[in-house]
């Protein structure tokens, strides 16, 4: 059997049993949960994408709503400016597509926010098309087992494309399902600190397992600090927003963080980022939340 074989087989008996993995879901419920497992956990996202499809089935529901609404909507999930893409992407879909997700690849990359990775994975799993779908877990799957490294660099390139894709059988529905495949092994299985090689259908064939398993050269990267950042403070910040039904102070934004620089910081990287919009110099609301013609920039 050939490697995208194996895959699949071992993927039939143990893929885990996720929402958006459904026979039901639909190419919208697809791009939604694509879009909300970048760079977060999927026991985080699950809870979070029913609540979504649930109030938000179509784009063109999502659409009809304020931008704000799909930012309070996204909670803590983390990177809220993900809720605003997938809010102008659904509004791109309405205008372009008469609310449908369209199924080209092209049109796909075009929408707001739909990167070479997104735009690729709804293709395949959402339409069943034969395309290459390079995350961080496929390319340490390829890496390992084709090329001998324990990883595959911080980045997808070209070439990560074109060594997939050389793995994916031919007929369209069957690439899509490799392609899934190789991604849960290398999120379940073929992980970063701690592989479970026996676990692994390569383990006989794997070209890293094979010399020693080799430890990467340089300094691993380590996980990104959240405590005390920046990131910590806007996500503060915002939860205030989001629980508001009008505009709120700034005394009640100072009471968030006592570092009175990072909070202005963070507050206006908010304000720049498009997330939260002033009403003169001491107010603020969740973007889309203001009363017309009551934005002010943050001095």
Request: aromatic letters at 6%.
């Amino acid at each position: 059997m050939t490697l995208a074989d194996e895959a699949i087989t071992w993927y039939d008996a143990n893929a885990r049993d996720l929402a958006w993995r459904q026979p039901e879901t639909t190419p919208w419920g697809v791009l939604v949960s694509e879009v909300m497992l970048q760079q977060t956990p999927v026991v985080r996202v699950e809870p979070a994408w029913r609540s979504w499809m649930t109030r938000w089935p179509t784009p063109a529901d999502l659409a009809a709503e304020p931008q704000s609404e799909a930012v309070r909507m996204w909670g803590r999930l983390g990177y809220p400016r993900r809720a605003m893409r997938l809010h102008a992407c659904a509004q791109a879909i309405v205008e372009r597509h008469g609310g449908t997700v369209p199924d080209d690849l092209d049109q796909l990359l075009a929408l707001p926010g739909v990167g070479t990775y997104t735009g690729r994975a709804v293709a395949a799993f959402a339409y069943g098309q034969r395309h290459p779908v390079v995350d961080t877990n496929v390319r340490r799957v390829v890496s390992r087992v084709v090329e001998g490294k324990p990883d595959a660099g911080p980045a997808t390139t070209a070439a990560d494309l074109v060594a997939m894709e050389e793995l994916l059988p031919e007929e369209p529905a069957r690439a899509a399902r490799a392609s899934i495949a190789f991604m849960e092994l290398g999120a379940v299985v073929c992980t970063a600190r701690a592989p479970k090689c026996v676990a692994c259908p390569f383990h006989d064939v794997c070209a890293w397992r094979l010399t020693g398993l080799p430890l990467p050269d340089g300094p691993s990267r380590k996980p990104q600090r959240y405590a005390g950042t920046d990131r910590q403070v806007r996500g503060l910040l915002l939860e205030v927003l989001r629980q508001a039904t009008g505009p709120v102070p700034r005394q009640r934004l100072d009471l968030v963080w006592t570092d009175e620089v990072q909070r202005a910081r963070a507050l206006a990287g908010l304000v720049e980022d498009g997330l939260v919009e002033s009403l003169g110099a001491e107010d603020f609301v969740l973007a889309g939340d203001a009363p017309r013609g009551a934005v002010n920039q943050l001095s």
